[in-house]
């Protein structure tokens, strides 16, 4: 990718506040071209909240988010049609199988046979989803139910990839094999803003942003912070940094 080409985000001085409970206290965060960003913190924590300000589905009380294209500042319009969402409670049709999921989405995207024929096939394997495109989506497991999710959001090939939460209650193997196919989202120079709230996944993230009842406490990249604040883990440097908060 070339630098400076790409989204890029920047959400400044936020503050949210849900009948009179202020869920983000004033966040800033750089979401930096081509990265992976993860928005780390436990349930609560107001990363929803986030997620849904920076797509401009929630008016924030104070702040703003500004969207950047190559560098030069763009209103989101601009972009939205870029952006995928995948929210924490994906609602997929129970009765459909994968196969006329997939075959929605290429309508509602309008992709032309080829292309859909394309991303069809890469999306499968990648999925390794391939040998169930007849199963209905409600008789998948946690983590399948969740690659078809994200299969269909990245079917029109998104210039950036919002995830909430794709990864719990996922099992170990499926979790592997997700955060594998957004290492392929990201070869391929897009943005990826994903949450969570298991603290392990934080090194799997270019740059991961910490947030614990709507506070930004720490943000950076994971080796550096890790580093920096004397951690071994991310489970300890959070519980460490989180018992200091006032
Ligand atoms: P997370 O995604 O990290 O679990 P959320 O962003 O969903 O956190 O929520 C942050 C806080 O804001 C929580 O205390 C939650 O109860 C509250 N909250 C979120 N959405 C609403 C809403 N629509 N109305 C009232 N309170 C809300
Ligand atoms: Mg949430």
């Known amino acids: ?28 965060l750089e979401f930096e071209a081509g ?13 929803t909240t986030m997620l849904r300000i920076v797509l401009g589905l929630l008016t ?9 294209d190559g560098g030069r500042p763009v209103p989101l319009e601009a972009i939205r049609p870029s952006i995928a969402y995948m929210p924490q ?7 459909l199988s994968i196969d ?4 929605f989405f290429r309508d509602l995207y309008s992709l032309p046979p080829d292309v859909y024929k394309k991303k069809r096939e890469e999306l499968l394997a990648i999925t390794r989803l391939a040998e169930f495109v007849d199963r209905p989506a409600g008789k998948l497991s ?8 994200l299969m269909c959001a990245l079917l029109r090939s998104p210039r950036v990839l919002v995830l909430d939460e794709p990864t719990t209650g996922v099992d170990p193997i499926s979790r592997r094999e997700l955060w594998a196919l957004l290492y392929h989202m990201l070869d391929q120079g897009i943005l990826i803003l994903v949450t969570t709230a298991y603290m392990d996944e934080a090194e799997r993230c270019s740059k991961v942003h910490l947030i614990e009842a709507g506070k930004l406490f720490i943000a950076g990249e994971p080796r550096v912070l890790l580093e920096q604040e004397g951690a ?6 959070f519980i460490r940094r989180a018992e200091a908060l006032p």
Request: avoid cysteine; charge should be positive.
């Open 100 to 103: 006329e999921h997939l075959e």
């Open 1 to 28: 990718m070339n630098p400076g080409a790409g989204v890029s985000i920047s959400v400044k001085d936020v503050r949210k506040v849900f009948k009179k409970f202020p869920a983000l206290h004033g966040v800033s």
């Open 35 to 47: 990265k992976m960003h993860g928005i780390i913190g436990p349930e609560g924590s107001g990363k």
């Open 60 to 68: 924030p009380a104070e702040g703003s988010v500004a969207y950047f």
């Open 89 to 95: 409670a994906q609602s997929l049709y129970a009765d």
């Open 232 to 237: 071994r883990t991310f489970d300890e440097l």
């Open 142 to 149: 946690g983590g399948m139910y969740k690659k078809l999710g």
